[in-house]
């Protein structure tokens, strides 16, 4: 277990390496190092995604029922979902703001390392596994829609105000923040609905009731599901853009870490991985 957590911190080591070369490429004088902050983020993510693998084999089940797999799946999946984006279309500026927030993710699970899980899911195997990847890579995708929302505003802002300094030299145009946010969504919201529909088939199976019905995780996911499908409406049906659709867009993630994290601390919920973490150390 030791020797787990030592290599946990080195993966770690490498996200809050990279999040610095990514803000001094940034904020710097000379925009330098952003590729190799993104090739720090991608060792590091190897080296955590080994670390589930090893828990998993460990622990003989799907490595996703606590507080630090949690937040390490959801770093990963925003990190994946950045890698293809950027294999597809390079942007550059964007990792100075992702790859910080998912290293602000990997520190708060790594000190949750020692936690107990939650109890193990009541039905393994295939389906579960495609209803887990589904949602974390609905979360990641979405997270990074997010982002781009995010650097939007700023855009917005720095225009209105006409600040044309570092940050409007670095950053993507407007025009290119509302293409991928755009885009991005309407992914989020196909692998959300997957997940949650997948969620509904593993409850049949099981005989599950109105606990997994009126879970107050359930009940989240599901408005973070309407919202995000009323986005992809509004992009539909009239080809919005601009600082509303943005803005709603920056909720959405407000709702998504309220839906993935928020919800544990304000009430119980069969798909807790906190609540039944809180004891450290061993069984």
């Not at 983020?41 to 828990?55: D, F």
């Not at 990641?140 to 225009?159: E, P, R």
């Not at 044309?164 to 991005?184: A, C, Q």
Request: proline share 4%; net charge positive.
């Amino acid at each position: 277990m030791d020797s787990i957590y030592i290599i946990s911190i080195a993966g770690v080591g490498c996200y809050v390496v990279a999040s610095l070369l990514a803000l001094a490429s940034l904020l710097g004088v000379k925009p330098r190092g952003e590729r190799v902050a993104i090739s720090m983020m991608t060792v590091g993510g190897v080296i955590l995604a080994g670390v589930l693998v090893s828990r998993g084999v460990g622990l003989t089940s799907l490595p996703a029922f606590n507080c630090f797999d949690a937040m390490v799946l959801y770093a990963l999946a925003l990190s994946g979902a950045y890698g293809l984006w950027s294999a597809y279309r390079y942007t550059p500026g964007i990792a100075g703001i992702l790859i910080p927030y998912a290293t602000l993710l990997l520190l708060c699970g790594v000190s949750a390392f020692r936690m107990h899980g939650g109890v193990p899911a009541p039905v393994q195997g295939p389906g579960l596994m495609l209803h887990v990847a589904t949602a974390y890579g609905a979360f990641g995708v979405f997270s990074l829609a997010s982002i781009s929302a995010v650097i939007y505003l700023i855009q917005d802002g720095n225009l209105k105000h006409k600040r044309f300094g570092v940050l409007w030299s670095r950053l993507p145009s407007l025009e290119t923040m509302d293409h991928i946010t755009s885009r991005l969504i309407g992914v989020a919201f196909l692998l959300l609905t997957i997940s949650i529909l997948m969620g509904i088939v593993l409850i049949r199976r099981v005989g599950g009731g109105e606990e997994w019905v009126l879970d107050p995780k359930v009940l989240a996911t599901v408005i973070l599901w309407i919202l995000v499908a009323v986005f992809v409406h509004m992009r539909a049906s009239s080809d919005r853009h601009g600082r509303g659709i943005a803005m709603v867009a920056v909720f959405g993630l407000g709702c998504l870490l309220f839906a993935f994290i928020g919800v544990h601390l304000v009430a119980p919920s069969v798909h807790s991985f906190i609540q039944l973490g809180l004891r450290a150390g061993g069984p």
